[in-house]
């Protein structure tokens, strides 16, 4: 093994006396051909890898969603809802690193406080009525598959003589983390269970929570319920925090700005539903024949909101269109969240990337296949591609693109020349509408090759 080095080279146990206590975790290393995208605060993040290291950082993010996986397996129910996985990601990536930082430490350092994160996911496990029995069962199976992973990294980074010793350090210290994590999440759980179980916000989540799952509802009762037109055109919003920008309370920041999009519209009524990390979900019911106009005119009139960030869905009436411009909503976040540096992403400009991109993996693999090296990283081929991009969009017109991107005729024309030296030989085979669709993906994304990541 190489030496020892980085945020985990001397851990409290080593004393400089050759045992490998805790240090063998700055091996860990991820699966390079299998990417995980991070559903944890970058807060969090950031000060786990200030302590643990990049690289047994990803290592744990890649082993949370093993482990998430292998719990919606056997706990279905923690995959309900409109979040389908998402909370029980965010919950387990949480669990794992608190892990990590416990088996960097020994019996000298208190057992790790749980993280927002996973509170609050424990919070809407409780809100969405899973058992407490059946959250617990997905710790414990948690815990079960982190262990079997640390003994996995033991075997293969631990000298022969000290691997035996240090497995039953992490059984011991797996025991105790186990049993506090569980006791916390059960607290958490009851005391959120109590207070939602009495509460109209509860009521009225579930009505929504029927709307989205297109179950059947009484419209009447429901939209006495919501006190919204479920009858209406619906516009969907998802409005989310961005902590960085200002220190005003984000319960405050979404539901300011979801009045001024609201009077933006011209909504006669707006629902606003909260969802889950400084989310809020927003109806705004509108008049179908001016839906479109009252959007462009939000789009070029109303200024950025402080701190806030928003995905818009397309119009759509009914109970079935507040569904539909929802999971369209859903779907310009995913995509706003990869790639898009505008407070604003709205669905009907990203649709055909949300589409292709469903599955990140084959997505990935498309846009490298397709565009190659003009798919590499760097701002002079984001450069070429864009303006391919808007070249072949604009049936192939130098003039026309030109003055989209506010460039000469001539420079058009020479960057539409360098990218197409830079696509791969067998893309000359193939449609050009492959080329446009590997294009949008990677303009859908701030680098080419991370299209789909």
Known sequence: M??????????????????????????????????????????????????????????????????????????????????????????TQSAVLTGLHLMASDFSRPIPTLAEDALEGCREFARRGIPLELVLRGVRLGHAQLAHRLAAGVEE????????????????????????????????YIAERDRWRGSDEAARRAVIDELLAARPVDREAAALRLRYDLSSTHVAAVLWGDDTATSAPAAERLHHAASTMARALEAARTLVIPAHDNNVWVWFAVSGETAEDHIRHLRSSMPEPAGVRAALGPPAPGPHGMRRSHLGALQAQRMALRASDSWLCDYRDIRLAALVTADSEHARWFVQEVLGPLASEGARLHELRETLRIYLAEERSPRTAAERLHIARNTVTYRVKRAEELLPVTTTAVSSLEVRVALEMAAASRTGTSAAS
């Open 157 to 188: 980074h631990v000298p022969a003589d000290q691997r035996l010793a240090e497995l039953r350090r992490i059984d011991d210290l797996m025991f105790t983390y186990v049993d506090a994590h569980s006791s916390v999440m059960a607290e958490e």
């Open 2 to 91: 190489a030496a020892a080095s980085g945020p985990l080279a001397r851990l409290p146990g080593d004393g400089g006396t050759g045992s490998v206590t805790g240090q063998w975790l700055q091996w860990l290393r991820p699966d390079p051909g299998r990417l995980t995208e991070p559903v944890l605060s970058p807060v969090e993040l950031a000060a786990a890898r200030t302590e643990l290291g990049a690289a047994p950082v990803e290592w744990a993010l890649q082993s949370a969603d093993a482990i998430a996986e292998e719990v919606l397996r056997k706990v279905p129910e923690h995959g309900g809802g409109p979040t389908a996985g998402t909370t029980l990601r965010r919950v």
